[in-house]
């Protein structure tokens, strides 16, 4: 039962564009989520969150939107840059316990 | 410590035997994860720990998996009788226990050959 799901495993954006990284759930009594950034060899570092009772959380170039009726979410790079390609995590969390997707191999090229 | 300590880094089993990886949580925290990702798949839900409270292990895959943590700080997750399909990064993170922002470590490469 994959709670999380990030339905595209990979995405390739061009320099400068926008970078949009799409994030499905199924319990709607989730309370919080989180985008995580995962280079190879490295554990997950995180990124940015959103609690349920907002819509848009936005930090310097990174943005999340929640859609609670659609139960989705998404994250927007803009600009997007070279060194934005990695693997991007979405996860949500109910009562501290933290489920992940499966994770968006994001590539940006130059 | 700075951050989330996992050792060994990289671990190489034969397969049947028995392995221990362990985790330093960053000091304070009270909820404590174990993931895994296996070779091109996403974070697998293992088993979480969140001050004393019963774990929660519902991600164990096998009775063959099981984790510990003493005194609230550290863990050590053991999986006995290793098997090929147990091969996966191991990952540990921690958090103060409010579902926020997880700190990772920088994994265990668990190879069972």
């Known amino acids: 039962d994959q709670q999380v799901k990030q339905n595209s495993p990979s995405l390739s954006v061009q320099e400068g564009r926008i970078s949009i990284l799409n994030c499905d759930y199924t319990n709607s009594m989730f309370d919080y989520f989180l985008w995580y950034k995962k280079y190879p060899a490295e554990g997950p570092t995180f990124l940015i969150s959103?609690?349920?009772?907002?819509d848009k959380n936005e930090d310097g170039r990174f943005t999340v939107f929640l859609n609670k009726s659609a139960k989705h979410l998404s994250l927007h790079i803009v600009p997007s840059q070279p060194g934005d390609s990695a693997v991007y995590f979405c996860a949500a969390s109910r009562g501290g316990k933290l489920i992940f997707g499966q994770g968006t191999e994001l590539s940006v090229k130059p | 410590g700075a951050g989330v300590s996992q050792s060994p880094s990289n671990k190489v089993t034969e397969k049947g035997k028995d392995v221990e990886l362990r985790c330093d949580p960053i000091s304070g925290h009270t909820a404590l994860y174990w993931y895994r990702q296996s070779l091109g798949q996403g974070l697998e839900f293992l088993i979480y720990f969140q001050g004393n409270s019963a774990p929660d292990k519902s991600g164990l895959p096998s009775d063959r998996f099981s984790a510990e943590r003493t005194g609230g700080s550290v863990s050590t997750l053991t999986i006995q009788r290793t098997q090929q399909e147990d091969s996966a990064v191991y990952l540990c993170?921690?958090?103060?226990?409010?579902?926020?922002?997880?700190?990772f470590g920088q994994g265990t490469r668990l190879t069972v050959v």
């Open positions: 959103i609690s349920s009772i907002k």
């Open positions: 993170a921690s958090n103060e226990g409010t579902g926020g922002e997880a700190f």
